[in-house]
T-cell receptor, first 113, second 112 residues
């Protein structure tokens, strides 16, 4: 069965510092991988996605993620965090045919001024 | 237009009330979803409609009744809810066969 693990419940970084949020997945075939961001009380916004091809994908708001098949990982990175990046981040995996998205438990990002 | 619009944004209802949540998208997507999200938890899939037909029901209690009147609209009819049903209800849509989903802003439901 598909599963997604986000090992970090909370991460705190200083504004301007770099960021890496971890995501590990379990899936038999090539997965469709996503990162979503959610501000309090809001819906989810898609940051980026990986379906195939280049394993380093660029997203919105300066985020990028790298797919590493050997490590079953899809970590999210940003070189310089802004205070407005404080939010909940969800990694998700889909198989592209069943319409199901399996979400990780989320990582809450706090940004110190 | 890349938006999924949900109404109302907030809803307070009693346990004997009947209410409906509405969702609309104009991206030509043929799959639409209802998710339920409790505080500090990830979204949980409730229903999936594909080409206006219910394709997935994740064993949701019958007090939640989905409806897809056409390819752009999705409703969730609520009846005899319990306080534990209070949550953020998210609608989403996607192209058929792809997992990339676009989410609405959600309806914050409180059952009293």
């Amino acid at each position: 069965a598909q599963s997604v693990t986000q090992p970090d419940i909370h991460i705190t970084v200083s504004e301007g510092a770099s960021l890496e949020l971890r995501c590990n997945y379990s899936y038999g075939a090539t997965p469709y991988l996503f990162w979503y961001v959610q501000s309090p009380g809001q819906g989810l916004q898609l940051l980026l996605k990986y379906f195939s091809g280049d394993t380093l994908v660029q997203g919105i708001k300066g985020f990028e993620a790298e797919f590493k098949r050997s490590q079953s990982s899809f970590n999210l990175r940003k070189p310089s965090v802004h205070w407005s990046d404080a939010a909940e981040y969800f990694c998700a995996v889909g198989d592209g045919s069943s319409y199901k998205l399996i979400f990780g438990s989320g990582t809450r990002l706090l940004v110190r001024p | 237009d890349t938006e999924v619009t949900q109404t109302p944004k907030h809803l307070v209802m009693g346990m004997t009330n009947k209410k409906s949540l509405k969702c609309e998208q104009h991206m030509g997507h043929r799959a639409m979803y209802w998710y339920k999200q409790k505080a500090k938890k990830p979204p949980e899939l409730m229903f999936v409609y594909s080409y206006e037909k219910l394709s997935i029901n994740e064993s949701v209690p019958s007090r939640f009744s989905p409806e897809c009147p056409n390819s752009s609209l999705l409703n969730l009819h609520l009846h005899a809810l319990q306080p534990e049903d209070s949550a953020l209800y998210l609608c989403a849509s996607s192209h058929q066969g792809q997992g990339e989903a676009f989410f609405g802003q959600g309806t914050r439901l409180t059952v009293v």
